[in-house]
């Protein structure tokens, strides 16, 4: 008998189901099957579109009027059969800098990569690179934010030529070449660093990846930077 092929959405969610059930047989509970899901194709997005409802989104969020969507169990269920993020946000680690939350969505909206410094390395690249074939989302938003500590501890090593301590100077290693040349600027070098580093990972995801290249030539992607404001709450684009 043939077998059908499964994709690898499906795969990926045939075997976690199987892992769920698994771990419950482990435990010595009886499995319990999840309510049915119905994967269903999201409706189109565009570029503009998705980058407008992030922005109304933070307005809400700034103006104290966040709405919470898609945080439901019902959403939780109908989400567990597949999932369509209508962005995918490169952003730092801060726990203060929460997309979800700053820009008022919800389960499946967004597909979320953080890490200090917002860095967009090969691992971080592979992983954009696959929402944006998996899921064809049309937006990228590469969001760094006010006073942001992988930055300041970059300046204080190329200040003092310290070294940082552990794997923290692999952070700091990767953001001096974007870091050192803004130094000399005036105003806030911290500031004029999270600037400078927001453009530069914006700019390297076209340069390095051909297929987020490709989809923003086609008009169907399209890479934004912005910079969160810890005090406001607000999101900015930066050019």
């Not at 409802?53 to 269920?77: I, K, M």
């Not at 939350?101 to 954009?128: H, K, M, T």
């Not at 974007?178 to 453009?199: K, S, T």
């Amino acid at each position: 008998m043939k077998l059908p092929h499964l994709s690898r959405r499906s795969l990926l969610a045939t075997g976690g189901a199987a892992v769920v059930a698994l771990g419950a047989t482990a435990a010595g509970m009886p499995a319990v099957a999840a309510p049915p899901a119905t994967a269903t194709e999201p409706p189109a997005v565009t570029p503009t579109e998705a980058l407008r409802r992030l922005l109304h989104g933070n307005q809400r969020f700034v103006s104290g009027h966040s709405r919470h969507p898609h945080q439901s169990l019902q959403d939780l269920h109908r989400l567990a059969a597949g999932q369509h993020p209508f962005a995918i946000v490169v952003g730092c680690a801060d726990s203060r800098v929460a997309p979800e939350l700053l820009f008022d969505q919800g389960l499946g909206d967004l597909f979320e990569n953080r890490v200090a410094g917002n860095i967009v390395d090969d691992l971080l690249l592979g992983s954009v690179e696959f929402a944006v074939e998996e899921f064809d989302s049309p937006l990228i938003v590469v969001l760094g934010h006010e006073r942001c500590g992988a930055i300041s501890a970059t300046i204080d090593a190329i200040h003092t030529g310290g070294t940082a301590p552990g794997h923290i100077g692999t952070i700091v290693d990767s953001l001096r070449p974007v870091v050192e040349p803004v130094l000399g600027q005036p105003g806030d070098p911290v500031e004029n660093a999270v600037r400078a580093n927001i453009r530069a990972q914006v700019r390297g995801l076209f340069e390095r990846s051909p297929i987020i290249a490709e989809r923003v030539h086609e008009g169907a992607v399209r890479v934004v930077g912005a910079r969160y404001d810890l005090d406001t709450g607000q999101v900015t684009l930066v050019d």
